[in-house]
T-cell receptor, first 113, second 110 residues
Framework: QQQVKQSPQSLIVQKGGISIINCAYENTAFDYFPWYQQFPGKGPALLIAIRPDVSEKKEGRFTISFNKSAKQFSLHIMDSQPGDSATYFC????????????FGGGTRVLVKP | DVKVTQSSRYLVKRTGEKVFLECVQDMDHENMFWYRQDPGLGLRLIYFSYDVKMKEKGDIPEGYSVSREKKERFSLILESASTNQTSMYLCASQGSPEQYFGPGTRLTVT
């Protein structure tokens, strides 16, 4: 049973466009929602994270939107660049339970120049 | 700078072999994790350790065991490798609350 569902599996966007990746979760006890970025041959690296007490968090061109009632959160990449081509994973955890991350299935993003 | 290293980038083993994957972190973190990564399934937790000699099963522990004799080192053991254990294996070390990942070991079992 996949507790965090991520869509789409892959995404192609033109340079300068907006990339949108969606995640839905089931466990209402989750209280930490990070996004990881993974380049080929590398391990995932934390990109941005949000907690459920805020509805949006922005860092540069990357924004997380969070909808607690719908149990959904999404990553928006504004002004997408070829260097953003990577696989993106959403995740969720319960901080009081040791922050074991439950990951979504991943989205492979390709930004065409 | 944070560093998590894994003993091998690529590994090819035969069915039935015992396989050791090692992970070392230099951040004095207590929590360490082993995941496997498969296309479309994301990262799935195999085992984690929250202190030396302490370990807990993750979501898919069958066929694996772990060892943590020193704080900085966390080993994943495949007692008798099988073809369905062909995968990318990722180790992570946890700060608060961020997890830092190693580069991964791509294991092929033939």
């Amino acid at each position: 049973q996949q507790q965090v569902k991520q869509s789409p599996q892959s995404l192609i966007v033109q340079k300068g466009g907006i990339s949108i990746i969606n995640c839905a979760y089931e466990n209402t006890a989750f209280d930490y929602f990070p996004w990881y970025q993974q380049f080929p041959g590398k391990g995932p690296a934390l990109l941005i994270a949000i907690r459920p007490d805020v509805s949006e968090k922005k860092e540069g061109r990357f924004t997380i939107s969070f909808n607690k009632s719908a149990k959904q959160f999404s990553l928006h990449i504004m002004d997408s660049q070829p260097g953003d081509s990577a696989t993106y994973f959403c995740a969720a955890s319960i901080e009081a339970a040791g922050n074991k991350l439950t990951f979504g299935g991943g989205t492979r993003v390709l930004v065409k120049p | 700078d944070v560093k998590v290293t894994q003993s091998s980038r690529y590994l090819v083993k035969r069915t039935g072999e015992k396989v050791f994957l090692e992970c070392v972190q230099d951040m004095d973190h207590e929590n360490m994790f082993w995941y496997r990564q498969d296309p479309g399934l994301g990262l799935r937790l195999i085992y984690f350790s929250y202190d030396v000699k302490m370990k807990e099963k993750g979501d898919i522990p069958e066929g694996y065991s772990v060892s943590r004799e020193k704080k900085e080192r966390f080993s994943l053991i495949l007692e008798s490798a099988s073809t369905n254990q062909t995968s990318m294996y990722l180790c992570a070390s946890q700060g608060s609350p961020e997890q830092y990942f190693g580069p991964g070991t791509r294991l092929t079992v033939t």
